[in-house]
C-alpha cells in the first residue's frame, strides 16, 4: 500500500527545494569561475561543505572521526565526486547552465547501465531502449553545444560518468552509513585529496588549478558554491527518508527548469529549439525508466517477466 499524501508531503517539498536550491551551486560555480580556476572552486566546495557539516553532525550526535572499515569507500566516493564536479565547474565556465545540465542528465542511463554490468540488476529491452534514447537525446545538446564552445561541452559527459559511479559506491556504502556523516566524511577526504594539488599547483601557471586569492564579491560566489551544495544535499537526503524514491525521482527533472530560469535570468541564456528538444527527449526517456522501475518494483516476483 502506498503511503498516504500527507506522510510524503515534507519529502516532496524538500525535493522541491533541492531542485530550487541546486541549480545555484551551478550559478556561483559560473561566477566563481570568471576570476578563479576551475581546481580552486572545487577545493572549496568540499572545504566549505565540510565546515557547515561539521556542526551538523555535532548537533545531530553522529561521530566525526573517519570509520576506518569504510575509508576506502569514502575515498572512492569522494574521487568521483570531485571528477563530477571539476567536469561540470569547467563546463559552466563556458557554456549556459541548462545545456550543461541537460548533458549530465544522461546519468540515469550510464547508472542503469553499469548496475547491470557491476551488479547484475535486472535491465530488459525497453530499458535499454530509453537509454539509448535517452543519450540520443543528449547528442541534440552537444552538437550545437560542441560547435560553439568545442570539447568543453564533452565535460558534462565527465560528470555524468562519474556521478554514476559516485552513485554506485554510495548505494554499497549507505548500507552501512547513516547519510548525514557520509556527506561531512566524503567532503573531508576531497577536501584532503585537493588541498595538496592546489598547494603544488600554486606559482605554476597552470590556468585550471593554480590558486588565485579571491577578489571582493568572488568569496562571495566560492563559498556559495559550498554553502549551497550543503543545503541541497541535506534536502535530498532528508526527503529520500521521508518519501519513497520512486516518487520523488520524476521530480529532479524540475532541476532543469529551475536551471533555464536562473540561466536566462542571471546570465541572459536561453537554450536554442535544438536543445529543447533534446532536452525533451532526455526527460521522456528518464520519466519512461523511472515508470519501468516502478512496474517492476510493484509486480509479484512469481509473475514479474524475465525481461521488461
Known amino acids: ?30 561566477l566563481a569561475a ?25 548537533a545531530l550526535r ?47 542511463f550510464i547508472l542503469l547501465i553499469l548496475g547491470r554490468l557491476l551488479f547484475q540488476d535486472e535491465v530488459g529491452p525497453r530499458r535499454i531502449m530509453a537509454c539509448v534514447v535517452g543519450f540520443a537525446g543528449s547528442l541534440l545538446v552537444i552538437q550545437p553545444s560542441l560547435a ?34 557520509m556527506q561531512l566524511h566524503t567532503a573531508t577526504v576531497a577536501a584532503a585529496i585537493c588541498l595538496p594539488v592546489m598547494v603544488l599547483s600554486n606559482g605554476t601557471g597552470i590556468t585550471t588549478l593554480d590558486p588565485v586569492m579571491p577578489q571582493g564579491i568572488a568569496w562571495v560566489w566560492v563559498c556559495g558554491v559550498g554553502v549551497a551544495s550543503a ?19 520524476p521530480l529532479h527533472y524540475l532541476e532543469i527548469v529551475s536551471a533555464v530560469a536562473f540561466g536566462y535570468l542571471i546570465f541572459s541564456d536561453f537554450p536554442n529549439t535544438l536543445t529543447w528538444v533534446g532536452i525533451g527527449i532526455i526527460v521522456a526517456s528518464g520519466l519512461y525508466i523511472i515508470w519501468r522501475e516502478r512496474i517492476t518494483a510493484t509486480t509479484p516476483i512469481a509473475v514479474r517477466p524475465r525481461v521488461h
Open 148 to 181: 560553439a564552445f568545442g570539447l568543453v561541452a564533452l565535460y558534462p559527459l565527465g560528470t555524468a560518468f562519474s556521478f554514476a559511479a559516485y552513485m554506485l559506491v554510495t548505494r554499497s556504502l549507505s548500507r552501512r552509513m547513516h547519510p548525514i556523516p
Open 231 to 249: 543545503i541541497a544535499h541535506l534536502m535530498m537526503t532528508y526527503a529520500l527518508r521521508m518519501a519513497p524514491t520512486s516518487t520523488l525521482a
Open 62 to 108: 553522529y561521530p566525526l572521526t573517519l570509520p576506518r572499515a569504510a575509508l576506502w569507500q569514502l575515498t572512492q566516493r569522494a574521487f568521483f565526486l570531485i571528477a563530477s564536479t571539476y567536469c561540470f565547474v569547467a563546463a559552466v565556465q563556458v557554456m549556459p547552465i541548462a545545456d550543461a545540465l541537460a548533458i549530465a542528465f544522461v546519468e540515469p
Open 34 to 58: 570568471a576570476t578563479l580556476p576551475v581546481g580552486q572552486i572545487t577545493t572549496a566546495r568540499f572545504m566549505v561543505q565540510a565546515a557547515i557539516m561539521a556542526p551538523i553532525c555535532l
Open 1 to 30: 500500500m502506498s503511503p498516504s499524501l500527507d506522510r510524503i508531503l515534507p519529502g516532496i517539498m524538500l525535493m522541491l527545494g533541492f531542485c530550487l536550491t541546486a541549480p545555484l551551486i551551478d550559478v556561483a560555480s559560473k
